[in-house]
C-alpha cells in the first residue's frame, strides 16, 4: 500500500473513529476545476457487524462514505446510509450557532469573513465562499442536508478555495446605466417551446462585467488546451474518407502517485502545432466527405482535449437566423491514434425545438430590447478571479430572470415564459 493510501486511510478512521467499521474500498480521483486540478480520496465503510449483503445490492445498513482532499486532508464529502452516528459530527444541526461552528471547524474558514449562507429549503442548508461577504468566483460550494431529527444525512464541499489573498478594495458602486453597451451585447434571442406557435424572445446572458466597466468575464473559463481556430473548411476535389465508429470507455485511472505529485489533469496537457494541423486536416477529410457539396459551409471552431479524445468543434459558417439553437458537430478523435471514434451532431436535438414553417424573428432594435429589460437587471457583486493580474477583482454579475417578447411588447418572467409555452 503506498504511504499516501495508508496516511489518508489513518486519518479518516481516527478523525470520525470508525473502530465498528471496516474499509470496503477506495479509490482516488481527480477533477478539473477552473483550470486546476483537485484530487480527492474517495472511501466507503462497512460496519463490521452488517447484514448479509450481496454487490448487486445497496449498501448495508449504517454504511459511512467519506471523501478528503489528498493536499489539504480537509473533508469533501460525507455520505450516510441509514441511521448512523458519526463521530465529530453534533447530533443535531438544526441550530445555527451549532452548524456554523462545526462548518468552522470543518472548512477551516471563518463564517461572514471566508464563506457566507446562500439558501435555506427544508432540511437543504448551502452556503458559499466569500471576501467579507462577497461572494467569489471562482469559489467553494458548500451544502448539508439534515435527516428530520437534525443530524447530517450528507455534506459536500465543491469548488476551488480562494487563489489569492489580494483583492481590489473599492466599494461597489456598479449600476447598469453605466454598462449600456455591454448589456446589448449580452442580449441573446430564442424561441421558447409552444404547442400552437414557438414564443420569440430575447434575454440577458449572463456576464461578469468588472468594477470600471472595462472588462468582462464569462461564468465559466475555457479549458486551457482549448485552441481557437476559426478556419472555414474548402475543399477542391472529393474525398474518400470514410471510418468505423469506435467506442472506448472514459477512463481516468488515478494512482496514488498522481495524487501525492498533485499532477496536472492530462486534458491541460498542451496542444501542439503538429497535433493541431492533424485534427484539421482529418476535420476536413471527414467533412468532405459527408457534405461533399458544402465546401465553405462548415468552420472548425476550436479543438480541445477531453481524455481520452481530443475534440473537433465544427459549427455552421453561417447560422440560419431562424434556428433558436446553433448547428454543430463534434468530431471525437482517439489521442494516441487520431482515429475517428464518434462524430455528435446536434441536428436531431434542433428539431425538437424548430419548427420549419416558423417565420423568422421580429428584426426589433437592441435599444427597444434593452430599455425594456433594463428595470429588470440585477448586478450582484463578485469578486472574480483574474488569472493575468493574479488578483480579484470586484465585478457586478450582469443577470436577469425576465425576457422580452416582441410580438406583445411585454416583459414576462422566464420561468413564467415556460408555464405559459407549456399550457397554452
Excluded at 442548508?125 to 435527516?147: A, N
Excluded at 488515478?254 to 482529418?282: F, G, K, N, W
Excluded at 465585478?395 to 406583445?408: E, Q, V
Aim: proline content about 6%; overall charge negative.
Amino acid at each position: 500500500m503506498h504511504p499516501l493510501t495508508k496516511d489518508l486511510i489513518s486519518h479518516i478512521q481516527n478523525k470520525y473513529q470508525l473502530n465498528d467499521y471496516v474499509l470496503h474500498e477506495s479509490f482516488y480521483h481527480r477533477e478539473k476545476i477552473h483550470g486546476e486540478t483537485q484530487y480527492s480520496f474517495e472511501t466507503c465503510w462497512f460496519p463490521i457487524l452488517h447484514g448479509p449483503w450481496s454487490e448487486d445490492e445497496s449498501y448495508p445498513d449504517g454504511t459511512i462514505e467519506i471523501e478528503v482532499d489528498t493536499a489539504t486532508r480537509r473533508t469533501t464529502s460525507i455520505n450516510k446510509h441509514g441511521d448512523v452516528t458519526i463521530h465529530s459530527v453534533p447530533n443535531d444541526l438544526r441550530d445555527s450557532d451549532i452548524r456554523i461552528d462545526w462548518l468552522e471547524q470543518e472548512l477551516g474558514m471563518t463564517f461572514d469573513q471566508q464563506f457566507m449562507f446562500l439558501t435555506h429549503q427544508d432540511s437543504l442548508y448551502q452556503y458559499v465562499s466569500c471576501h467579507h461577504g462577497i461572494r467569489l468566483s471562482p469559489g467553494l460550494f458548500i451544502s448539508l442536508e439534515l435527516t428530520s431529527e437534525g443530524a447530517l444525512d450528507s455534506f459536500s464541499v465543491y469548488g476551488t478555495p480562494a487563489l489569492s489573498n489580494k483583492y481590489s478594495t473599492e466599494p461597489f458602486t456598479l449600476s447598469p446605466i453605466q454598462i449600456a453597451p455591454i448589456i446589448s451585447e449580452q442580449i441573446r434571442f430564442f424561441f421558447a417551446p409552444d404547442e400552437q406557435q414557438p414564443i420569440q424572445a430575447h434575454a440577458i446572458e449572463e456576464i461578469f462585467v468588472s468594477q470600471d466597466g472595462l472588462r468582462t468575464y464569462l461564468l465559466s473559463n475555457p479549458e486551457t488546451s482549448s485552441v481557437a481556430m476559426n478556419e472555414i473548411v474548402t475543399w477542391d476535389k472529393p474525398s474518400t474518407f470514410s471510418y468505423t465508429r469506435k467506442l472506448i470507455k472514459r477512463r481516468d485511472a488515478v494512482t496514488a502517485l498522481d495524487a501525492e505529485a498533485q499532477t496536472p489533469h492530462p486534458d491541460y496537457r498542451p496542444l501542439t502545432d503538429e497535433m493541431l494541423e492533424t485534427c484539421q486536416s482529418i476535420a476536413v477529410d471527414l467533412i468532405a466527405a459527408e457534405y461533399p457539396e458544402e465546401s465553405g459551409a462548415w468552420t472548425i471552431q476550436e479543438i480541445h482535449r477531453n481524455f481520452p479524445f481530443i475534440n473537433v468543434v465544427v459549427r455552421r459558417t453561417r447560422h440560419d437566423i431562424n434556428l433558436a439553437y446553433k448547428r454543430r458537430l463534434t468530431i471525437l478523435l482517439i489521442e494516441d491514434t487520431f482515429e475517428v471514434s464518434l462524430i455528435v451532431d446536434n441536428e436531431a436535438f434542433i428539431d425538437l425545438y424548430h419548427d420549419s414553417t416558423q417565420g423568422l424573428p421580429d428584426s426589433v432594435p437592441e435599444e427597444v430590447i434593452r430599455h425594456a429589460l433594463m428595470p429588470y437587471l440585477t448586478l450582484k457583486p463578485y469578486y472574480v478571479f483574474d488569472r493575468a493580474l493574479d488578483h480579484y477583482v470586484l465585478c457586478g454579475l450582469l443577470d436577469s430572470n425576465h425576457a422580452y417578447l416582441p410580438a406583445t411588447n411585454e416583459v414576462v418572467l422566464l420561468e413564467d415564459l415556460y408555464v405559459i409555452s407549456a399550457t397554452d
